[in-house]
C-alpha cells in the first residue's frame, strides 16, 4: 500500500479575446469615459464574486455528497480499474520503496502521509488490476474528506486542477516522483478528479449510479426496496 505531494500543477485555460478593431474603427470609436471604466469595473468584480460563490458550492455539494455515501459506497467509489494507472503507480512505489528497505523504514517514511500508506493494488486470478484507497482510512468521511482538502489547495474550484477525462487520469503518473511525499500528492488529486462526479448530482440522482455501477442510496429506488426486503427478512 503507498501514495505523494508534489508541487501543483496550474492548469491553463484559453481565454478568447475579442477581434482586433481595424485602424478606421479604432479611429471612430469613442474614448472609454470614467463611467464606462466603472461599469467595467463593476461587472468584473461581480463576475469574480459570482465564480468565487460557484467554486465553493461545487466544493460543498462534493462534500455533502460524500458524507450521503455509505461506507461500502466511498469504497466502490475509490476504486480505480484502469491497468495504466495500477502500472505506474506501483512502479514508482517500488522505485521509491525498494526491496532493501525495511518495514520500520517504510513506516518512518511514510509518517503523516495518510493516503499514501493507504494505497493498495490488487490483482485477482483474471488478471483484472486494481488500485484502491484502504478501506480503513474511509470510515471517517469528514476526516478523509478534510485531509483531501489540506493536500489539494482550491479543491473542485477547477482553477489549479481542471477536471479531466478519466482517459487522462494515468498522465499524473507518467513521471515519477521523486519523494515520498510528491507521490502521494498525485494520488490526492487522482481522488479529487473521481470525487468530480458528485457535483453531477441531477444526473447522479436519476442514474443512481457511479460509472455505470447501480448505488443502493436511500434515494434511489432500487435502494428502497432493497431496504425494504432487508427489513422483512429480519
Same mark, same amino acid.
Given at each position: 500500500?503507498?501514495?505523494?505531494?508534489?508541487?501543483?500543477?496550474?492548469? @491553463?485555460?484559453?481565454?478568447?479575446?475579442?477581434?482586433?478593431?481595424? @485602424?478606421?474603427?479604432?479611429?471612430?470609436?469613442?474614448?472609454?469615459?470614467?463611467?464606462?471604466?466603472?461599469?467595467?469595473? $463593476?461587472?468584473?468584480? @461581480?463576475?469574480?464574486?459570482?465564480?468565487?460563490?460557484?467554486? &465553493?458550492?461545487?466544493? *460543498?455539494?462534493?462534500?455533502?455528497?460524500?458524507?450521503?455515501?455509505?461506507?461500502?459506497?466511498?469504497?466502490? %467509489?475509490?476504486?480505480?480499474?484502469?491497468?495504466?494507472?495500477?502500472?505506474?503507480?506501483?512502479?514508482?512505489?517500488?522505485?521509491?520503496?525498494?526491496?532493501?528497505?525495511?518495514?520500520?523504514?517504510?513506516?518512518?517514511?511514510?509518517?503523516?502521509?495518510?493516503?499514501?500508506?493507504?494505497?493498495?493494488? +490488487?490483482?485477482? +486470478?483474471?488478471?483484472?488490476? %486494481? $488500485?484502491?484507497?484502504?478501506?480503513?482510512?474511509?470510515?471517517?468521511? %469528514?476526516?478523509?474528506?478534510?485531509?483531501?482538502?489540506?493536500?489539494?489547495?482550491?479543491?473542485?474550484?477547477?482553477?489549479?486542477?481542471?477536471?479531466?477525462?478519466?482517459?487522462?487520469?494515468?498522465?499524473?503518473?507518467?513521471?515519477?516522483?521523486?519523494?515520498?511525499? *510528491?507521490?502521494?500528492?498525485?494520488?490526492?488529486?487522482?481522488?479529487?478528479?473521481?470525487?468530480?462526479?458528485?457535483?453531477?448530482?441531477?444526473?447522479? *440522482?436519476?442514474?443512481? @449510479?457511479?460509472?455505470? &455501477?447501480?448505488?443502493?442510496?436511500?434515494?434511489?429506488?432500487?435502494?428502497?426496496?432493497?431496504?425494504?426486503?432487508?427489513?422483512?427478512?429480519?
Amino acid at each position: 500500500r503507498y501514495i505523494v505531494h508534489r508541487n501543483v500543477r496550474q492548469g @491553463s485555460a484559453v481565454v478568447p479575446g475579442q477581434a482586433l478593431l481595424s @485602424s478606421a474603427g479604432e479611429s471612430q470609436a469613442p474614448s472609454a469615459t470614467a463611467t464606462d471604466i466603472c461599469d467595467d469595473e $463593476t461587472y468584473c468584480n @461581480s463576475l469574480q464574486h459570482n465564480m468565487s460563490a460557484s467554486n &465553493k458550492t461545487c466544493a *460543498e455539494t462534493v462534500r455533502q455528497e460524500w458524507l450521503k455515501l455509505s461506507f461500502k459506497q466511498r469504497e466502490e %467509489m475509490l476504486r480505480f480499474e484502469d491497468p495504466v494507472i495500477f502500472e505506474r503507480a506501483l512502479k514508482n512505489v517500488t522505485a521509491l520503496f525498494s526491496s532493501t528497505c525495511t518495514g520500520v523504514q517504510i513506516a518512518k517514511r511514510c509518517c503523516g502521509l495518510p493516503l499514501l500508506s493507504s494505497l493498495e493494488f +490488487e490483482q485477482n +486470478e483474471a488478471g483484472l488490476k %486494481m $488500485t484502491k484507497i484502504s478501506s480503513n482510512i474511509l470510515e471517517d468521511g %469528514m476526516a478523509f474528506f478534510s485531509t483531501l482538502l489540506q493536500m489539494c489547495p482550491g479543491l473542485f474550484t477547477g482553477k489549479l486542477r481542471p477536471r479531466n477525462n478519466p482517459a487522462d487520469w494515468p498522465a499524473l503518473f507518467e513521471t515519477p516522483a521523486q519523494e515520498a511525499w *510528491e507521490l502521494q500528492q498525485r494520488v490526492a488529486e487522482l481522488i479529487e478528479q473521481k470525487l468530480w462526479v458528485l457535483t453531477d448530482v441531477p444526473a447522479r *440522482e436519476q442514474q443512481g @449510479s457511479f460509472g455505470g &455501477k447501480l448505488l443502493p442510496s436511500s434515494r434511489s429506488g432500487k435502494g428502497k426496496r432493497r431496504a425494504k426486503n432487508n427489513a422483512k427478512k429480519h
